[in-house]
């Protein structure tokens, strides 16, 4: 079946480290996103991908990179320089740009700060 | 103050009660999105709509464009329905706006 998938479900990470949200679809949709969402908040864009090789940063940008060097994976990077990175992170697809086409999300990845 | 706001933010109903989320808006939009995210994290889209009613099943969303509000009903409510809806908007200047959710909890 098509569908979104993100891994790890959980990730736990130390002080100082970088780690890296996997995104996966095989929905061939052309537009990608990456959203964080903390408790009582609505979801937040962080970067959104258009199309291959080229990204653009949501409302919460920093402290996060991405690539997208396949239509099918769009790969998350949590830097160090995030400074509250434990929240629920959530990808999401859709045919095109998403104005006015409906996203397809992922099941997502919670991180967490040991 | 959100662009998008729900209410209520909690609801708990009984097995076969009807039940009506809100949602409201101050920005100017081209759709509304009607989420679904589960108790496990994972979100589901259930509706875009840029006018009128639309129906799946026994939910249903109507908009009033004038009054830049939305409903989503669901009838004859069961605990599999128990859920966080989110109600959000999108704008041909690319922008999506999110509501925080309205956690539902039906009670068999």
């Known amino acids: 079946d098509g569908g979104i998938t993100q891994s790890p479900k959980y990730l736990f990470r130390k002080e100082g480290q970088n780690v890296t949200l996997s995104c996966e679809q095989n929905l061939n949709h052309d537009a990608m996103y990456w959203y964080r969402q903390d408790p009582g908040q609505g979801l937040r864009l962080i970067y959104y991908s258009q199309i291959v090789n080229d990204f653009q940063k949501g409302d919460i940008a920093e402290g996060y990179s991405v690539s997208r060097e396949k239509k099918e994976s769009f790969p998350l990077t949590v830097t160090s320089a995030q400074k509250n990175p434990t929240a629920f992170y959530l990808c999401?697809?859709?045919?095109?740009?998403?104005?006015?086409?409906?996203?397809?999300f992922g099941d997502g990845t919670r991180l967490s700060i040991l | 103050k959100n662009e998008v706001e729900q209410s209520p933010q909690n609801l708990t109903a009984q097995e076969g009660e009807f039940i009506t989320i809100n949602c409201s808006y101050s920005v100017g939009i081209s759709a509304l999105h009607w989420l679904q995210q589960h108790p496990g994290g994972g979100i589901v889209s259930l509706f875009m709509l840029s006018s009128g009613k639309k129906k799946h099943g026994r939910l249903i969303a109507t908009i009033n464009i004038q009054e830049k509000h939305s409903s989503l009903h669901i009838t004859a409510s069961h605990p599999r329905d128990s859920a966080v809806y989110i109600c959000?908007?999108?704008?041909?200047?690319?922008?999506?706006?999110f509501g925080t959710g309205t956690s539902l909890t039906v009670i068999p």
């Open positions: 999401a697809s859709s045919i095109e740009d998403r104005v006015n086409q409906p996203q397809h």
């Open positions: 959000a908007g999108t704008n041909t200047g690319n922008q999506f706006y």
